[in-house]
């Protein structure tokens, strides 16, 4: 009897699950939540460009995803799961609190903040990683197997559940932490999105070790993944340097030292590997969502003005999980039956449909950001364009028998013509000033020249040079208008003698949340200086001129004219090549298609992976397959290395890249016979060989 109800206790469900559940839903808040809000702080904060920040932001990712392999080794050879879980956490929170504290350390100069950023970052990931292949596994240990299967169920539903709330309510909460509460003097609190990620993890830490003496540590028994690797290496050196090579599979020329057993495993690991080869590229897009994608959602509109309140570029990630949840449950009732009707049911067929997505969903990233960019004027060849501004409040007339022109510059209005470059000398126009223009004598002609250059646009700014000469100023060179790869907006300020760089004039943004102002020195030398998206007030000493917000949207170049008459003060913005300003909803359709292309790949490749792995070697494919997306994140950092100059440009070059790619998954999917099918077929034909455990064809 009391060994009835000594058999019936130990088949409980272990309680200890719920300390390893838990402590996974609070690591994946910090993780999430951190990595959310990360591009902005790398490029509002630490000023890295674009391209840079893409680099740093995907070389962690790369550093997270490799280093499950050296965390399985650890577990699986050494420490044991426990202790390498407890120690790599330990490093994981401590690289959460040097980030909090670089985003904090106002005192140091911008070189130290980064160095101490970039260690945080590197501890992170080193944290992170190494726990990742452990977490889930240590739970797994937890039960007794197999009658304890049910229960296993159950507890993979609770941690997968748990990974995506964490996400999710990090994703929604960390943006909202870095925009909407301000701090150290900035419309941001960095120290509070990073340090509440921090808090999480130590609290992860302490929830862990509270379970300490309920689980289950199975020590470490034998390093499968060294063994493997030792075979597949001793094979290849026995193949280089032996007279007599091996008359059948390469890896047979590891007998001897490796068992049957382990050289036949190894062989169908490699593979289920060859398969693994067309992975890296799908996370290279997957893993944008994080980067490149934030970086689109900056220059758009995110106001919802019927809940009065903005959705914050980096918290489009809360569909990733909100999404993933939802799917996740919908797929399995009617997307995968559904499939199956219409012939996809191998995985690698489904892995083909996730890579069609991942194609849609970059073309249409594409052309939202030609979108956003708008139309570029081109100089036709040939020709050359000549824009005059007019800085005074009265009407000037414009003329040249070079030109063909005979026109008319309003108060404070700007002229532009496009016209044939007959050779590289100077222009001659003519001005006349109307009457109401006192600051000249009646019927006065200014006589100057201009130069127009083939293919190339000249501004000029008609000004006092001082309050008894009129001057046509050549503004800087010629104008550069290549917009900025990431849309940024490109503003210029022309003035006039009765200004200085010194004077208290500023454009302030008009959002009462956001610190942005511009001084007037920045604009020294009157050149084109990327600006942030937004309404701006034009503020002087203190106060903002009666002159409605300037409305600056993405990917415009923007001339600011200012003149001052007394006590009255006249500003003119104009626009050139417009960008738009359209609603952040818009990226909705590319989230969509990848959000689904990444539930239809992730579940895929597990359910591929356990399938097809050896039962000895299920650890090593599993730490390879993590390894795959460190590759992905590695390809975006070569490619951001490479610098693709049009944003729109570089989603069409992945797009490209992903459809090759899911050329490859689809011709996987044709020669590849699963290790089930070829024991199916051997059985079928009583054959007294052997088959061959995985093929292609």
């Known amino acids: 009897m009391d060994l009835v109800f000594d058999q019936k206790e130990k088949l409980k469900y272990p309680k200890s699950i719920w300390f390893i559940v838990l402590n996974e839903l609070c690591e994946r808040f910090t993780y999430y939540g951190m990595r959310t809000v990360l591009v902005l702080y790398l490029t509002t904060i630490l000023k890295f460009d674009g391209d840079d920040s893409t680099i740093i932001y995907h070389s962690f990712v790369f550093l997270a995803f490799f280093m499950p392999l050296l965390g399985a080794i650890l577990a699986d050879s050494y420490w044991g799961k426990f202790k390498t879980i407890l120690y790599l956490s330990a490093v994981y929170g401590l690289g959460n609190i040097v980030l909090t504290g670089a985003s904090m ?22 944290g992170t990683g190494g726990i990742k292949p452990c977490v889930f596994t240590f739970g797994g240990d937890q039960f007794r197997l197999p009658e304890q299967e049910k229960q296993l169920l159950h507890y993979t539903t609770k941690f997968t559940f748990a990974i995506n709330i964490g996400a999710l309510l990090s994703t929604c909460l960390t943006p909202e932490l870095r925009q909407s509460v301000h701090c150290l003097g900035r419309d941001t609190c960095f120290p509070l999105a990073f340090g509440v990620p921090a808090v999480l993890m130590l609290t992860a830490i302490v929830i862990f070790v509270s379970g300490k003496n309920m689980y289950v540590k199975k020590k470490p028994e034998h390093n499968v993944i060294a063994r493997t690797f030792g075979c597949i290496f001793y094979a290849l050196r026995t193949k280089m340097t032996s007279r007599v090579p091996c008359q059948s599979h390469w890896l047979e020329n590891a007998k001897g030292v490796y068992t049957e057993t382990e050289i036949s495993e190894t062989r169908t690991a490699l593979d289920v590997i060859t398969v693994f080869m067309a992975y890296p590229v799908f996370w290279s897009l997957y893993e944008q969502q994080g980067s490149r994608w934030t970086l689109q959602a900056m220059l758009m509109n995110g106001r919802l003005d019927f809940l009065d309140w903005t959705i914050k570029p980096d918290q489009m990630q809360t569909l990733v999980p909100l999404f993933g949840l939802t799917f996740l449950v919908l797929f399995d009732v009617a997307l995968y039956p559904l499939l199956a009707k219409v012939g996809v049911r191998k995985p690698l067929q489904k892995l083909t449909l996730s890579g069609v997505l991942a194609v849609t969903a970059f073309v249409i990233a594409a052309l939202l950001q030609f979108k956003i960019f708008g139309d570029t004027s081109e100089i036709p060849p040939g020709q050359g364009r000549l824009n005059i501004y007019n800085g005074f409040d009265c009407k000037v007339f414009v003329r040249s028998r070079t030109l063909h022109l005979q026109g008319r510059i309003d108060s404070l209005e700007m002229i532009n013509l496009t016209h044939t470059v007959v050779s590289r000398d100077d222009v001659f126009v003519t ?62 300020i022309l003035i006039d003698y009765t200004f200085d760089f010194d004077d208290n004039i500023t454009l302030t943004s008009a959002d009462q949340n956001s610190f942005t102002s511009y001084p007037l020195s920045l604009f020294r030398g009157m050149n084109f200086n990327a600006v942030k998206v937004g309404k701006y007030n034009l503020v002087y000493n203190g106060k903002p001129l009666t ?40 990226q909705l359709p590319q989230y969509l298609c990848m959000i689904i292309a990444d539930v239809i790949f992730v579940v895929t490749t597990l359910e591929f992976s356990f399938i097809e792995a050896p039962v000895n070697i299920k650890s090593f494919i599993s730490a390879v397959s993590l390894l795959t997306t460190a590759l992905g994140n590695l390809l975006v950092v070569i490619i951001s290395a490479i610098s693709i100059k049009n944003q729109a440009h570089e989603y069409l070059f992945y797009s490209g890249l992903m459809l090759a790619d899911t050329l490859l998954l689809a011709y996987f999917s044709m020669v590849y016979r699963s290790k089930n099918a070829n024991e199916t077929d051997a059985m079928s034909h009583a054959v007294n060989k052997k088959d061959e455990t995985t093929v292609f064809n």
């Open 105 to 126: 350390a106002n005192m140091f100069s911008l070189d130290v903040q980064k160095i101490i950023a970039l260690l945080g970052l590197f501890l992170i990931s080193v």
């Open 431 to 492: 001005l006349e000033f109307e009457p109401e223009c006192s600051f000249v004598p009646e019927n006065y002609e200014f006589d100057t020249t201009v130069t127009i250059i083939e293919g190339e646009e000249n501004s000029y700014h008609l000004v006092n040079l001082n309050p008894n000469t009129i001057t046509l100023n050549h503004v800087g060179v010629s104008d550069s208008l290549v917009k900025d790869k990431y849309g940024n907006p490109n503003l210029r």
């Open 547 to 586: 002159i409605p917000p300037m409305d600056i949207k993405p990917a415009t170049f923007y001339t600011l004219t200012l003149q001052r008459n007394g006590n009255k003060m006249d500003a003119r913005l104009f626009s050139e090549n417009e960008g738009n300003y359209i609603h952040i909803l818009w």
